[in-house]
């Protein structure tokens, strides 16, 4: 594929955007996912009118964007910026239609994939990322889902499980910053927390309560991303954070052990540690080995790599990582930091600038340039 040609005509694609209504700022993402797409695409099917071509895929981008916006600007609406603590009122019309997307004719993976965008306002692409597959087989598999329960009656609605698990997506794309929906999520757990006794809803709101105490720290004033290792942790909300402690505690004393419940363990003990060299990384490992038995889930093992890596070293960490799919997301940043720690900054420089090709979001792909510039530089001196 020509890429100079590409790159010619993006002016031009960019500006029928913005004549089109498009502002300028979302113009630009438009087209630069079209770019993306193009990259993926042409080399195995080039199109006739390649700007022609553009411009169709970055306005279809911009459109599901702007979708997805008024979704989520509605749901704020309703919100404050931070949850407050305490139980909540019963049920209101939200929850309910995400136990009615959760149908029972569908299954929990397709049923997930409806609510998330029928109701959470996220894209399909945002939806293919949480679930690490392509956009095009996320799109048919929504479009079954959306088959599957036209015209039957939503009389019968779905298992909590499967609620949680929308939940816990919707979540993440908001404290991934992709979209601002993270409140809105705590809200609706609490919710449901006050109206079904169930340990793993309990771990679920612990676990959004712990990660979203550290919401201040994780960027810097520019907008730059902050590794946990670097947090300020004076920033953390200790309320909220003492709140998710004592939910996941009188969780785990049932036990009855379960997925939301062992993560939120993790991080209630990067919340416990006063500074990050302080971990107990020994504990950690030991959830990761929980978690791993509970979901086989080749990222928890990613995870699990990266722990191993600080309580055992780094050569038990690569050796860790050794055993999984090179093609995980994010498989690259951390096989970096654990060159970098294993003082091979050579390789670390690489990986790092192979991570940042692959990154998701525009901070992460800043920052991880940013480290891989560090050690070339420190390599030169």
Known sequence: MDEALVRSLTPGVLTILV???????????AVQDALIEAFRVWPAAP???PKGWLVTVAWRKFLDQARAD??????????????????????DDTLQLYFL?????????????????????LT??????????PEATMAQRISRAKRTVSGVRFDRPGDVATVLRVLYLVFNEGYSGAVDL???????TRQLAAAIDHPEVAGLLALMLLHHARRASRTGPDGSLVPLAEQDRGRWDTRMIAEGVEILQAALSRDQLGEFQAQAAVAALHADAPTAGETDWVQIVEWYDE??????????????????GEADGPRAGLAALAALDDSLPRYAAVAAYLHERDGDPETAARLYTEAARKAPTLAERDYLTRQAARLNAGRRR
């Open 19 to 29: 004549r089109r209504g498009a502002d300028f700022a979302a113009a630009e993402d």
């Open 47 to 49: 199109p006739r009118d």
């Open 70 to 91: 008024s979704a989520r600007r509605r749901r704020e609406d309703i919100v404050e910026d931070e949850p407050p603590p305490g139980p909540a009122p019963g049920l």
């Open 101 to 121: 997307c959760a149908h029972p004719s569908l299954t929990p993976s397709s049923a997930v994939a409806l609510t998330l965008r029928a109701v959470g306002g």
């Open 124 to 133: 399909t692409r945002q939806i293919a990322r949480a679930y690490l597959v």
């Open 182 to 188: 993270s409140a809105e999520a705590i809200r609706l």
């Open 291 to 308: 978690l791993a038995r509970l979901t086989d889930s080749p990222v928890v093992r990613l995870n699990r790599a990266v722990a191993l």
